[in-house]
């Protein structure tokens, strides 16, 4: 998120839902045949991988590993996804620990409440940094860090009637290539510009000061790279949402999306009223500056999720509050 490279993010009310049970083996399959079936519905249901490179397997398969517990031979999984793949929305982190959880809840391992920090281990260990597993796993938005080889979230409370107005274009905009761009180091005034706009980024959740948002979105480290080299349509989105009354703007994860933070959805209905306004105010500016620049894309409005990643069903029924031992072979996510 803006300054926050590869350390802030920010859990968003879109899902991915994993559904996984142990089955019986096939007729005819012989007794060290391994067989996992995996199917996608939604978002990326054509591009993504249905064999064990699909990041929902890697999770699950991680679980396993560290529950001490061996894998079962035959798997039955299905993804649901309504979070738009390679667009910079954290699709992969959704993956890494939806699979994680229903690798823990198949291996016997209810999830406990102080269990998420392991979780956290796991998924950052996956995804390489804690960014986006960590709003995933707590929700809200999250500062994640590495020290003393371990990896470490805390939450920032987020302000009430916060909105986010996001740009999805149709291209994608695959981790990898965006992170090539990027040069192995950068200029001191670059850093402190970053460094700055962090705290400031930072304190104006805290405070609810969001007009602070304007300057402490902007980045040097990432953003103009990125939109320089891949996405054209960055600079002009964000300055159209700016004025258009956004509170801040910025490219979403690697990109290519692009989120504008808006506010007011509390307080009586003349104020909910202007909020709404100024959300369609938002979205319209940023449609029509992409049109402009001849980018196809959808816009929507969401908020913040603050539960992050749980359990929806499992047999036999359990809480994912409690520690204990699971026996079964469902897990809903």
Same mark, same amino acid.
Request: glycine share 10%; net charge negative; aromatic share 6%.
């Given at each position: 998120?803006?300054?926050?490279?590869?350390?802030?993010?920010?859990?968003?009310?879109?899902?991915?839902?994993?559904?996984?049970?142990?089955?019986?083996?096939?007729?005819?399959?012989?007794?060290?045949?391994?067989?996992?079936?995996?199917?996608?519905?939604?978002?990326?249901?054509?591009?993504?991988?249905?064999?064990?490179?699909?990041?929902?397997?890697?999770?699950? %398969?991680?679980?396993?590993?560290?529950?001490?517990?061996?894998?079962?031979?035959?798997? %039955?999984?299905?993804?649901?996804?309504?979070?738009?793949?390679?667009?910079?929305?954290?699709?992969?982190?959704?993956?890494?620990?939806?699979?994680?959880?229903?690798?823990?809840?198949?291996?016997?391992?209810?999830?406990?409440?102080?269990?998420?920090?392991?979780?956290?281990?796991?998924?950052?260990?996956?995804?390489?940094?804690?960014?986006?597993?960590?709003?995933?796993?707590?929700?809200?938005?999250?500062?994640?860090?590495?020290?003393?080889?371990?990896?470490?979230?805390?939450?920032?409370?987020?302000?009430?009637?916060?909105?986010?107005?996001?740009?999805?274009?149709?291209?994608?905009?695959?981790?990898?290539?965006?992170?090539?761009?990027?040069?192995?180091?950068?200029?001191?005034?670059?850093?402190?510009?970053?460094?700055?706009?962090?705290?400031?980024?930072?304190?104006?959740?805290?405070?609810?000061?969001?007009?602070?948002?304007?300057?402490?979105?902007?980045?040097?480290?990432?953003?103009?790279?990125?939109?320089?080299?891949?996405?054209?349509?960055?600079?002009?989105?964000?300055?159209?949402?700016?004025?258009?009354?956004?509170?801040?703007?910025?490219?979403?994860?690697?990109?290519?999306?692009?989120?504008?933070?808006?506010?007011?959805?509390?307080?009586?209905?003349?104020?909910?009223?202007?909020?709404?306004?100024?959300?369609?105010?938002?979205?319209?500016?940023?449609?029509?500056?992409?049109?402009?620049?001849?980018?196809?894309?959808?816009?929507?409005?969401?908020?913040?999720?603050?539960?992050?990643?749980?359990?929806?069903?499992?047999?036999?029924?359990?809480?994912?509050?409690?520690?204990?031992?699971?026996?079964?072979?469902?897990?809903?996510?």
């Amino acid at each position: 998120m803006g300054p926050g490279f590869d350390t802030i993010g920010m859990a968003l009310d879109i899902w991915t839902e994993i559904s996984a049970k142990v089955v019986a083996p096939l007729e005819g399959d012989a007794p060290n045949v391994r067989r996992v079936t995996l199917t996608n519905e939604g978002e990326g249901a054509k591009e993504l991988p249905t064999d064990e490179s699909n990041l929902v397997i890697v999770g699950i %398969k991680a679980a396993f590993k560290a529950a001490g517990e061996e894998l079962p031979r035959h798997l %039955k999984v299905h993804c649901k996804n309504r979070i738009p793949f390679a667009r910079g929305l954290g699709s992969s982190s959704a993956g890494i620990v939806g699979g994680i959880i229903a690798g823990l809840a198949l291996a016997g391992m209810r999830l406990p409440v102080h269990g998420r920090e392991e979780l956290l281990q796991l998924a950052s260990e996956i995804e390489g940094h804690p960014d986006n597993v960590a709003p995933a796993i707590y929700g809200g938005l999250q500062l994640g860090i590495f020290a003393d080889d371990r990896w470490y979230s805390s939450r920032v409370q987020i302000p009430d009637g916060l909105q986010c107005v996001v740009f999805i274009p149709d291209s994608t905009g695959p981790t990898s290539v965006a992170r090539a761009i990027l040069p192995p180091n950068v200029p001191r005034k670059d850093a402190v510009f970053n460094i700055g706009r962090a705290a400031i980024f930072v304190n104006a959740f805290r405070s609810g000061n969001l007009d602070e948002l304007r300057f402490a979105t902007q980045d040097m480290l990432h953003q103009p790279q990125r939109g320089a080299a891949q996405y054209p349509h960055l600079e002009p989105l964000m300055k159209a949402a700016l004025g258009a009354g956004a509170h801040g703007c910025f490219l979403s994860g690697a990109g290519p999306t692009v989120l504008a933070i808006t506010s007011g959805r509390a307080g009586d209905i003349f104020t909910q009223q202007l909020a709404e306004r100024q959300e369609n105010n938002v979205a319209n500016a940023m449609r029509e500056a992409a049109a402009a620049m001849g980018v196809s894309g959808c816009v929507f409005i969401t908020n913040p999720d603050h539960r992050g990643a749980f359990i929806v069903r499992a047999e036999p029924q359990f809480s994912d509050r409690s520690v204990a031992r699971y026996e079964g072979d469902v897990a809903d996510l």
